[in-house]
């Protein structure tokens, strides 16, 4: 009887998973294509893992090219220079850093607002008075804020890889996603895809065939002291850890205080579990 | 068995015998916590009602000291919970400990219910405790469902504007309550800030209902594995130390779970488009809420049919309540003289076909409403009415039990019998009281 019942409830379940595999295909077939046309290709990234740390030479890098090739359209609000001393650099060299961008202050005790070179405290200035004036500047879409966009961008991963990736601590969606999106523009759009005027055909990109943004970066545009190739995919790996670092500035710290916590719970856990059977040692249950 | 057996404490010093002739606090807390009976035979099943009490200690105390520096004020409130997140001290702990926390106080809770409904623990005389547990269960969902909203992130909006919409579908009054709801015709700054208040109320209110669930559980005492009632002081082992170190044990390792989560894999359990601000122009692609409701959600949407004067919409929500609303009605619609799913064959394969049942409604929630997932939800929604309206109240009646034991103590040796015969040694030495 029970050998019955476990094949039932087996085959039960099987049917269930098959009729759900089944589905996607189907469905896959009919409706509107899934973007990003293609998915993302993983890269190797330093602050992946356990013990993954923030390469501060390709964030050094990251914000040359942020700097140079990005930052006419996107901002990054809610980045303060002070905290680019993660990056490595001096409280000089920040201050100096800061101290080249115009920043508005006020109103002074005449009432009037005016213009001041940045103080470390002060953030990175938008390159745009307001969300109207950059989406005007920009075909009427607002070119999207920087601070946040490693965590708020990342292609699903579907089953049953979203469960791999808990055991793997995959958490580079972000990253993958900026990487694969600055490297994938394709000059002809394949046939079957209309793209609209004004557009740029990337099969990366998470919401559309093409986009509005032309193809940001071009090979040898920034220039590295270090040595490092002057490539667009150098540059989009670097630019895509720097902005993993502006929206998860405390992963090291994060990552660090979790292994700690990780060996007291399992030495405490092991403790607990002898206390346990002592206490259980002479009592059937 | 029952709490109100003669309480055995005695207080050794003379401050002591004052205060229990005063406020018997210490020894409410010594019956309840110490010597309290519970059965021998519970196995780690049972340690979830601890770990639901330490997760909702953990979301009072890190909510308390996040609502120190956050701001419900739509202006401010994304960059507000950004501040935390970068320049609070150790904000980034507190807060991926608390958006991760009410993911597996959740967690909890279902492995929590998913147990009583396995070993019937909702059965006589523990319907007011499975009731109140319902109720706790309920007050978690509007926690969490306000408290997500509190970012004001893209799914923070959306979710609110999507899940209060859903009150527009009753009759007559739905468009007054969802405007209540709302303090205005959209999500907006009074929404916020009143979701805000709420989420800081509810959480207390749970606590409340929590001293009751454990008031009517230390009153009726425990079920356990083979659902016979405890008959004699052998069937059971004191509160403390047999039950406190095992529930500790079990605890150490789900917060081990939990610390992963949050150290490792802060955003996995998240919606990316979270981390964009609130935008009432640009609607997301997918609007999902969290995880935990995907199940309900995936019903929702499984109601795109019309019955009789009742249109789809309507239809929807009223399957979405109807599936928690069941829950609090199931000590009746369970027929069976039989307690535990241990000695209910047909019980159990059913059982765990809905618990196979909900994970495939909660990705069918994940996926969008269009084609075959709808055709899938539709059955998995039939399956999960019909386990609780027609299969709990049919097996009681129809199925063969297997023999039950005649108490725990029973239950317990001849297990320890078979454990020993299996290994080829000779008989294990039963417990003292044996």
Avoid at chain 2, 232 to 246: I, L, R
Avoid at chain 2, 315 to 340: E, N, Y
């Amino acid at each position: 009887m029970k050998t019955i019942l476990k094949a039932a409830a087996v085959l039960g379940l099987g049917l269930t998973i098959s009729g759900a595999a089944l589905a996607q295909e189907e469905h896959a077939a009919e409706a509107t294509p899934h973007y990003p046309l293609v998915k993302p290709v993983e890269q190797s990234w330093s602050f992946a893992g356990p013990f993954g740390t923030y390469d501060k030479a390709q964030l050094q890098r990251g914000l040359k090219v942020y700097r140079e090739a990005c930052s006419a359209c996107h901002s990054m609000n809610l980045v303060a220079f002070r905290s680019l001393e993660d990056l490595g650099y001096s409280e000089a060299q920040v201050k100096a850093l800061a101290a080249e961008y115009q920043v508005q202050d006020g109103p002074n005790a005449d009432g009037d607002m005016y213009e001041r070179p940045g103080l470390p405290s002060d953030h990175f200035p938008s390159p745009f008075p307001n969300h109207e004036a950059a989406a005007a500047a920009n075909n009427g879409a607002a070119p999207p804020d920087f601070s946040l966009i490693a965590k708020a961008r990342a292609v699903e991963r579907g089953f049953p890889q979203f469960i791999f990736d808990i055991f793997t601590q995959y958490a580079e969606g972000g990253p993958d996603y900026v990487y694969n999106l600055l490297t994938g523009y394709e000059e002809k759009a394949p046939e079957g895809i209309t793209v609209q005027d004004g557009t740029y055909y990337n099969p990366h990109f998470i919401s559309g065939p093409a986009l509005a943004m032309p193809p940001p970066l071009s090979d040898g545009q920034v220039t590295y002291d270090d040595g490092s190739p002057e490539t667009v995919a150098q540059y989009a790996h670097d630019v895509a850890a720097f902005q993993m670092w502006a929206a998860e500035p405390h992963l090291e710290a994060r990552k660090k205080t979790g292994f700690v916590v990780m060996i007291f719970l399992l030495v405490f856990a092991g403790l607990v579990y002898l206390t346990k059977r002592k206490v259980w040692a002479n009592e059937a249950h | 068995m029952s709490s109100m057996q003669h309480s055995t404490y005695t207080p050794k010093s003379g401050l002591g015998r004052w205060i229990d002739a005063r406020l018997p606090l210490p020894r409410l807390v010594y019956d309840s916590f110490v010597a309290y009976p519970v059965p021998r035979n519970l196995n780690y099943a049972y340690t979830f009602g601890g770990i639901l009490s330490i997760m909702l200690v953990v979301q009072i105390v890190t909510g308390i000291v996040l609502a120190m520096h956050y701001s419900a004020n739509t202006a401010i409130a994304f960059d507000s919970v950004e501040k935390i997140m970068r320049d609070v001290n150790s904000g980034w702990l507190l807060r991926y400990m608390h958006s991760n926390g009410a993911s597996f106080f959740f967690i909890a809770v279902y492995v929590h219910i998913f147990r009583g409904l396995y070993y019937g623990s909702y059965k006589a005389p523990r319907e007011l405790l499975w009731i109140l547990g319902c109720i706790i269960y309920l007050l978690m969902m509007a926690t969490g469902f306000m408290g997500y909203v509190l970012p004001w992130g893209q799914m923070s909006f959306w979710g609110a504007t999507v899940i209060t919409g859903f009150f527009t579908a009753i009759p007559l009054v739905g468009d007054w309550i969802q405007q209540l709801l709302l303090g205005g015709f959209a999500v907006d700054n009074p929404t916020l800030n009143r979701f805000f208040s709420l989420h800081y109320l509810l959480p207390f209110m749970i606590a409340g209902v929590v001293v009751l669930h454990v008031w009517a559980l230390h009153v009726t005492g425990q079920t356990n594995p083979t659902g016979i009632e405890v008959k004699t002081k052998g069937d059971t082992v004191p509160f403390s130390p047999h039950a406190s170190a095992k529930d500790g044990f079990a605890m150490v390792v789900f917060l081990l779970v939990f610390a992963y989560f949050i150290f490792y894999m802060p955003n996995f359990l998240g919606h990316p488009d979270n981390y964009t601000e609130a935008n009432p122009l640009k609607t997301p692609a997918h609007i999902v809420p969290e995880w935990y409701y995907l199940p309900f959600y995936a019903i929702l949407r499984a109601i795109t049919f019309n019955i009789g004067p009742i249109n789809s919409k309507l239809g929807g929500v009223l399957a979405m309540f109807g599936a928690i609303a069941v829950l609090f009605v199931v000590p009746w619609l369970d027929t069976s003289k039989v307690r535990s799913a241990v000695y209910r064959p047909w019980y159990r394969l059913f059982f765990w076909l809905l618990v196979a049942d909900a994970i495939f409604l909660g990705w069918l929630g994940s996926r969008p409403a269009e084609g075959a997932y709808v055709a899938m939800a539709q059955i998995g929604t039939l399956y999960y009415f019909a386990f609780f309206i027609v299969l709990m109240p049919l097996l009681g009646l129809i199925e063969t039990p297997k023999r039950l034991p005649n108490s725990i103590t029973e239950a317990v040796l001849e297990k320890h019998r078979r454990k020993a015969g299996d290994a080829a040694q000779p008989a294990a030495a039963p417990g003292h009281e044996a």
